[in-house]
């Protein structure tokens, strides 16, 4: 092995006997290519801030000066350069981290290190390997931060062979030289390198410099709007990170807005402002930092995912948490930090151990605490966040059980008024009026307040209350609640007449008798029931007031909630019968116009209840292309 002093050249081979490591680096580390560039960069991270640790303990004296990383592109050349000032490296160092990777092979390499990531995290060594995945040639100029020892130049073409010699590089610290392979080329390109910097460095420790960039400084304007002077255009350096991130500080140190800032700078591409935040800041069982965001979710959950970035000491891993946050939670934006994440030898992704099952358990409960201390301190401003919010909670109280207990505390029912409340709230405001018969107490919802008009107005004229339930997850989490609120029920405005859903047993006396019911039954069954038809109307006669509608269509609650949970699930139609859906008509059989029809004469008694028929199914938006011109056209006839 050379030494410092030593003038001459050494030539030797990499400590791999068996076969080569390079591929098995390839193979079994990086499956990524574009991985490369953020090894190197961390690598130089990591000898910048020992250099700044080793000054802070006064075993470097004198002023650092600047360490900036630079990162240089020389498309001609066809080398991409990464440089930093930081610690350096000897002769020794280079064969210490460089050429002594002594594994008898591939088999004891993945054997002793598929386990243990933690010994191969930040090891210069492997991590520099990478470098070979885009660089037919790699060459190595460092230089120690102590004075006494001379610089080095270490050069390898992929083999085990390699090159070290004397270096006569005055400066401290490290530049790493990649010749670019022929396959790719396309890590000579600005932008592809520019996008890999953004990825992974954009919130590095240390400043990273990679060419310049240029903006344009616009001359005054006067009084009348001419130009005073002209506009200059400035050259300067392209910084790609933000070495002090938001979630590295504490909350005290930051305003509201310094929050959203760090949002629009997190995703640039997003118009919408965060609803609120939750600062995440431990230090023990375990290191974590990181700010959550509750976006506005919308109604498509799955758009909303992987929006939560995952970091290791300011160092990007993945923005899939799926592993280290429950599965609502991945609804959320923002960044988690934690050097106590488990990850595997390429920091990819997560390995589960007992670290991850702690940090998925605290990360909850400062959710739920938030969410609990926002309705507490102010419920008003949690209420205009509701909407926004709801499916979040509702897919967090369908998901997680202990997330269910704490959240049913603040879980606010809405109804067509606008007003919210609290699920106490709720069974004390419908319970004189919504027990059935049977003791039941009926909770009516609509999804629909706009389509569902009629219904609701039906239900309200009897002094009911209706609720607001139009999210994805509405269907799942009726079931939720009618298992967990004992001796309850819920229904749609639209699944039966009213009275029907709030059974008080007070029918009204019928005006048509048994026999004129069933002569009038075939009449309205003719108008809606088809051999093409894939809805089958089920037609029954109720005693209703005469004030009511003549005809309405219903659709059974418990075969409306499974087509609906069925459509969720991807399964499409109702219940496996390939679309055939099942509805109610309901015949007022105290309505006049249904008295009728009855005395009408020919072909006059199909003519008024298809009319009636038609209005009923045009209710329930059932009444489309060809039936619905011809009840255009003969309505107008009818005018």
């Known amino acids: 092995m050379a030494t410092d002093t030593a003038d001459k050249t050494q030539k030797g081979t990499i400590n791999v006997s068996t076969e080569n490591i390079f591929p098995i680096i390839k193979k079994f580390l990086y499956s990524d290519h574009e991985i ?11 000898a910048t801030q020992k250099l700044k640790t080793l000054s802070g303990l006064d075993k470097i004296k004198g002023e650092l000066g600047d360490t900036t990383i630079e990162i240089v592109l020389d498309k001609k050349a066809g080398t991409l350069t990464i440089k930093d000032k930081g610690i350096g490296m000897s002769a020794d160092d280079v064969n210490k981290y460089i050429n002594d990777i002594a594994f008898s092979g591939a088999e004891e390499f993945v054997n002793k290190y598929k386990d243990k990531s933690e010994a191969i995290i930040g090891h210069f060594g492997l991590g520099f390997y990478s470098s070979f995945m885009v660089a037919k040639n790699v060459e190595i100029i ?23 010699t004397e270096s006569d590089r005055k400066d401290r610290g490290t530049d790493i030289i990649l010749h670019i392979a022929e396959d790719s080329l396309e890590f000579l390109e600005e932008a592809r390198v520019q996008g890999i910097l953004d990825k992974y460095c954009k919130f590095l420790p240390v400043t990273i410099k990679f060419g310049t960039k240029t903006r344009t400084e616009y001359a005054k304007k006067d009084d009348k709007g001419e130009k005073i002077g002209e506009d200059v255009v400035i050259t300067e350096d392209n910084i790609v990170n933000n070495t002090s991130p938001a979630w ?10 310094e929050y959203k800032t760090f949002y629009r700078e997190l995703y640039p591409s997003s118009y919408d402002e965060p609803l609120f935040n939750i600062h995440l800041n431990v230090d023990y069982p375990f290191n974590l930092t990181g700010i959550l965001y509750f976006p506005k979710i919308k109604d498509n959950i799955q758009v909303q995912k992987d929006k939560i970035q995952l970091y290791s000491n300011q160092v990007f891993i993945t923005d899939n948490v799926d592993n280290i946050v429950p599965e609502f939670l991945t609804l959320l934006h923002g960044v988690i930090d934690s050097p106590d994440i488990p990850l595997n030898v390429s920091r990819s992704y997560l390995q589960s151990d007992g670290n991850v099952k702690k940090i998925s358990s605290h990360i909850s409960k400062k959710v ?37 207990e704490r959240a049913s505390k603040f879980w606010l029912f809405k109804n067509t008024e606008g007003k919210y409340f609290t699920m106490e709230e709720y069974i004390e405001h419908i319970t004189a009026a919504q027990t059935d018969k049977d003791s039941k107490l009926v909770y009516l919802y609509t999804n629909d307040p706009v389509g569902q008009h009629s219904y609701i107005n039906s239900a309200t004229d009897k002094r009911y209350d209706v609720l607001v339930m139009d999210s994805p997850l509405d269907s799942h989490f ?56 894939k809805i089958n109307f089920t037609v029954q006669f109720e005693n209703l007031n005469e004030t009511d509608m003549p005809v309405t269509v219903t659709q059974p609650e418990f075969m409306r909630r499974m087509a609906d949970m069925q459509k969720m699930s991807g399964q499409g139609g109702m219940m496996g019968m390939g679309g055939f859906q099942m509805y109610n008509l309901v015949v007022n059989a105290n309505h006049p116009k249904v008295g009728e029809i009855l005395r009408s004469k020919g072909d006059n008694k199909e003519k008024k209840a298809k009319q009636l028929c038609d209005l009923a199914l045009l209710g329930q938006g059932l009444l489309k292309g060809k039936e619905l011109s011809e009840f255009l056209k003969r309505s107008v006839e009818l005018i």
């Open 36 to 46: 490369f560039l953020r090894e190197l960069v961390a690598n130089a991270t990591d």
């Open 142 to 164: 460092t230089k120690s931060h102590v004075k006494s020892k001379k610089a080095a130049h270490w050069t390898c073409d992929g083999s085990p062979n390699y090159t070290l």
């Open 248 to 257: 590295t500080k504490q909350p005290s140190e930051l305003s509201e807005e």
């Open 368 to 404: 739920t605490d938030k969410l609990a201390e926002l309705f507490k301190n102010d419920r008003a401003d949690f209420e205009t966040k509701w909407d926004d919010i709801k499916i979040f909670i509702q897919y967090g109280m369908l998901s997680d059980e202990k997330f269910n």
């Open 478 to 533: 009726v079931n939720q609640l009618e298992q967990k609120i004992e001796n309850s029920t819920f229904a749609r405005v639209d699944a039966d007449i009213i009275d029907k859903l709030i059974n008080k047993d007070e029918e009204a006396p019928s005006k048509l008798s048994d026999e004129e019911k069933e002569k009038l039954k075939p009449i309205f069954d003719s108008q809606v029931n088809s051999e093409e038809s």
